[in-house]
């Protein structure tokens, strides 16, 4: 069974007050299994994805392609990200290193991953998946994987 993580977002304690508030095992569980079909989905449409954990390998170095991070804690739930392969090359890393704010290549990367997170949004639901972006404290957004379709898109008449 799948619980909407974003109940878990709205009425968990604040950060503050209880860093280390987690979902249960089984809420977590349930997370992990819409990832994987989420996974699927995109890799039967020829998305390359992958399903992390959120202590695993996210960011700088992941595998390229979609990420499906599962979070037992803030954000909570599943959430879809892009990883370009650009991301894991040596001029890139000197660009984050040097913190040049201002370089196009990392304006380029930022709006590209903006792109192919949205397609990729775009390629679940309509292949009957619940999805949402929810704002991320101001500065960006969370892309979220709600909840499966209740009939695969292959058994739609």
């Known amino acids: 069974m799948t619980v909407d993580a974003r109940q878990f977002y709205w009425t968990a304690p604040p950060f503050e007050e209880q860093p280390l508030f987690r979902a249960a095992d089984d809420v977590v569980a349930g997370w992990m299994e819409l990832a994987n ?3 699927s989905e995109l890799e039967g449409f020829g998305i390359p994805a992958t ?3 959120a202590d695993d390998r996210v960011g700088l170095g992941a595998d390229p392609g979609a990420q499906l991070i599962v979070c037992n804690a803030r954000p909570f739930g599943v959430i879809l990200t892009w990883e370009p392969s650009i ?3 040596e001029e890139f890393r000197n660009i984050v290193l040097n913190r040049s704010t201002t370089s ?3 304006r380029y990367v930022a709006e590209g ?3 192919m997170t949205e397609a990729c949004m775009a390629v679940l639901s309509a292949a009957g998946f619940s999805t949402a972006r929810d704002h ?3 500065t960006g957004y969370d892309y979220r994987v709600l909840f499966a379709p209740q009939i695969p898109i292959i058994e739609r008449e």
């Open 37 to 39: 079909h989420a996974q």
């Open 51 to 53: 399903v992390l954990v």
């Open 87 to 89: 991301r894991g090359t």
């Open 104 to 106: 196009p290549l990392l």
């Open 113 to 115: 991953r903006n792109l």
């Open 136 to 138: 991320f404290e101001g």
